[in-house]
């Protein structure tokens, strides 16, 4: 019964639209070592808090700060919503405010409505990256933040972080940085970019290992640049051993922990290197044979997401939807969106382009 379930999600062989994908044999295998062991109670399950901390740090390593507070979540929405709540909860003004690019993930405006939060949202430049002059322009004296994005979801471009970082810091605000994808991709690329902790103003960052880190779903990942964040976050747990708890859900499982680790340990760095390249090189393949069918990218990938310009984009989406493809579309610019994930092969591209052709000549 559970097989004829399964059987109507659409294979990975045919989604070039998800920022999921495919995990790697070692991260199952240790998501069922942990598939019992429950975060939420961190003084009983004290083998999973410990791994959950040496998680964290390994991850700081990578993003320049191994000494970096936070925990796994549920994804990089749990993990935005926390970056907010603590900006709100450490500056204490009557009618708080973010800044956020208009490229910005949804989970802010869940955010806002949940924290009660006001979202500004600044423009972006003619590279749809944002406009650091409009973040500025936005900032008041109830703004508890302002928010980058390394990595965004529609085109994977990299927010000038470094000016917005020094932006920051001039204004006495926190710097939130949103890298769910571009975390595990920015650092193993050739790119002469500062987006991280290197920068005194980053505050927060969201990394999710469930997307290139190959982790087992749900494995994202909040880290604060110190602790007093998360002391921000804190609440009393009186009937658990541990006195408080600073996660937003209660019971976490400690198989994003355990998954995460598992690949880390087996591919350091050079193994994510090898992967990210991969996965580049097929970027790069699919721009090519889309080129040949009269597509242009709307601005050249610096990472695996690539959108080209199309008028229909809608129309083809739903009629590659009808025959089983995953692409998806968005709206500004119009364009077919792609993200070539490591289960995106040469081959995976060549089928795609082939079923293309037929869906040109009828849309």
């Known amino acids: 019964m559970l097989e004829e379930f399964r059987r109507k999600d659409f294979p990975y062989s045919r989604i070039l639209s998800s920022m999921c994908t495919i995990p790697h044999p070692i991260a199952v295998k240790a998501h069922i070592e942990f598939i ?3 975060l939420g109670d961190p003084a009983v399950f004290r083998g999973s808090a410990e ?3 040496e998680v964290v740090r390994m991850i700081g390593e990578i993003l320049h700060h191994p000494n970096a507070k936070g925990y796994i979540t549920s994804g990089g929405t749990e993990a935005n919503i926390q970056a907010i709540r603590a900006f709100r909860n450490l500056k204490r003004v009557e009618e708080p405010n973010v800044v956020v690019p208009e490229s910005a993930h949804f989970s802010f405006d869940k955010a806002g409505e949940i924290l009660r939060v006001e979202v500004r949202k600044a423009k972006l430049d003619e590279e749809f990256r944002v406009d650091v002059g409009d973040v500025e322009r936005l900032i008041d004296d109830n703004t508890v933040g302002i928010v980058g994005i390394a990595g965004t979801t529609a085109l994977g ?3 000038p972080i470094e000016e917005l970082s020094e932006l920051a810091l001039e204004r006495d605000v926190f710097l939130h940085v949103d890298s769910a994808f571009g975390g595990f991709v920015i650092p193993f690329l050739d790119l002469n970019v500062k987006f991280d902790f ?3 103003g980053v505050s927060s960052m969201t990394v999710d290992p469930h997307k290139m880190g190959l982790a087992t779903i749900p494995a994202g990942c909040i880290l604060f640049r110190d602790e007093r964040f998360l002391k921000a976050l804190a609440v009393k747990t009186p009937y658990l051993i541990t006195e408080e708890q600073y996660s937003l859900t209660g019971t976490r499982p400690a198989t994003g922990v355990a998954s995460t680790y ?7 760095f050079e193994g994510f290197r090898k992967v990210v390249r991969g996965c ?12 040949e069918l009269g597509f242009e990218p709307v601005v050249k990938p610096i990472m695996n997401i690539v959108c080209f310009k199309c008028e ?3 129309e083809i989406r739903d009629e590659l939807y009808r025959r089983g493809w995953s692409v998806s579309a968005i709206r500004n610019p119009k364009a077919l969106r792609f993200v070539v994930m490591p289960h995106v092969s040469f081959d995976v591209i060549d089928r795609f382009v082939e079923e293309m052709k037929d869906v040109l ?3």
């Open 361 to 363: 000549r009828k849309v």
């Open 280 to 291: 580049m090189e097929v970027t790069r393949y699919l721009v090519e044979r889309m080129g």
């Open 36 to 38: 019992n062991a429950n």
């Open 157 to 159: 471009q990299i927010d």
């Open 262 to 268: 598992a690949v880390m340990k087996h591919l350091g």
């Open 51 to 53: 791994l959950e901390r």
């Open 198 to 200: 290197e920068l005194e």
């Open 312 to 314: 229909k984009a809608f």
